[in-house]
């Protein structure tokens, strides 16, 4: 599985100034056909977990779409309701918070799955969050998302911010299946302000991309004992650095192994990342993405490996005798 957390702006206007990262929002026009232009030489199967703010052609249908009940966050700066004024008044003028157009050409992908990101880039762990106001944030998601004749079927917790609380929510709304996360500690979700004190963990989790210190991901399992189906994380796709550039061998072979293991044990392997992420050094991360692709279609030719959208998954799932966790 592949998930890509697609919210622009609106999903990182908490952390960096729009003037200081305006190149990788840009470079989400170039980067988003590129990856479908491999998703469909591949035959891959994604989720596009977009923000619901994203799916208007301008500012008047977006004020017009707004709930009326959002997050009480205590930490005002994390609503996005707050960036409402700083809105241009068209994708064409501005497409750091707009991207209509793009939904259309993922849409006329064949094989990609619209889920959602919330409406608001909703943080589920957050002082002043209440499942009123999520159970509203993904009523205004499910409308957008209409306006494209897609019903949401799948979700993304902003920031990994998973909340069991809001698992009936996300059923009443429709959804069957939600991205989990690794069951590793330095994965485990915390709320902003705690996780940017969280240096170690992020550390861990750097690491991680090169050297073996949480094991291979592949036997992780898509579990259908909630209200919807976890189809959980097995790893972040990490952007190309030149940083760490000397590196790349290291990360390509940490993922290839773990594609094995999950082909070979008949279990999931899931991927994901930000659109954004490839917004720059384009094609470093597109050649580093088509490895990954490549032996894919190895690994499918030999073992019978599938493509498959979280909301997919979650079908196979449900389709199978349940009994705890069940192999996807």
Not at 54 to 71: G, K, V
Not at 131 to 137: G, K, Q, S, Y
Not at 279 to 294: A, D, T
Request: hydrophobic share 40%.
């Amino acid at each position: 599985m592949i998930s890509l957390d697609f919210e622009l702006f609106w999903g990182v206007k908490d952390h960096v100034r729009l003037e200081d990262y305006r190149e990788n929002l840009l470079g989400v026009r170039k980067a988003i056909p590129a990856m479908l232009a491999l998703f469909q030489q591949y035959g891959i199967h994604a989720t596009w977990a977009a923000v619901g703010m994203l799916f208007f052609d301008d500012r008047e249908h977006l004020i017009e779409a707004l709930p009326t009940i959002r997050p009480a966050y205590k930490q005002r700066f994390l609503s996005s309701y707050e960036l409402l004024q700083d809105v241009g008044k068209d994708e064409a003028s501005d497409p750091y918070h707009f991207a209509a157009s793009l939904i259309r050409l993922i849409l006329d992908t064949p094989g990609q799955e619209i889920g959602t990101h919330t409406f608001s880039h909703y943080y589920c762990l957050e002082d002043g969050q209440d499942v009123t106001a999520f159970r509203a944030d993904l009523q205004a998601a499910k409308h957008a998302a209409q306006r494209f004749g897609v019903a949401l079927r799948s979700i993304v917790f902003p920031r990994n911010q998973f909340n069991r609380e809001y698992l009936s929510a996300c059923a009443d709304a429709g959804l069957a299946a939600y991205r989990g996360n690794p069951p590793f500690w330095w994965c485990q979700p915390l709320p902003t302000e705690r996780e940017k004190r969280a240096w170690f963990r992020r550390g861990v989790r750097l690491a991680d991309n090169y050297v073996s210190l949480s094991g291979r991901q592949g036997g992780m399992e898509a579990g259908a004992g909630d209200a919807i189906t976890d189809v959980p994380a097995s790893r972040f796709l990490r952007p190309w650095s030149r940083q760490f550039r000397k590196l790349e061998n290291l990360r390509f072979r940490r993922i290839q192994g773990e594609l094995d293991l999950a082909a070979y044990q008949g279990t999931t392997y899931h991927l994901w990342w930000h659109p954004h992420n490839f917004g720059v050094n384009l094609s470093e991360n597109i050649g580093f993405l088509e490895r990954i692709l490549q032996h894919f279609a190895a690994l499918r030719k030999r073992t019978g490996m599938q493509s498959c959208s979280m909301a997919e998954a979650a079908m196979k799932v449900a389709a199978r005798p349940q009994v705890g966790h069940v192999r996807s």
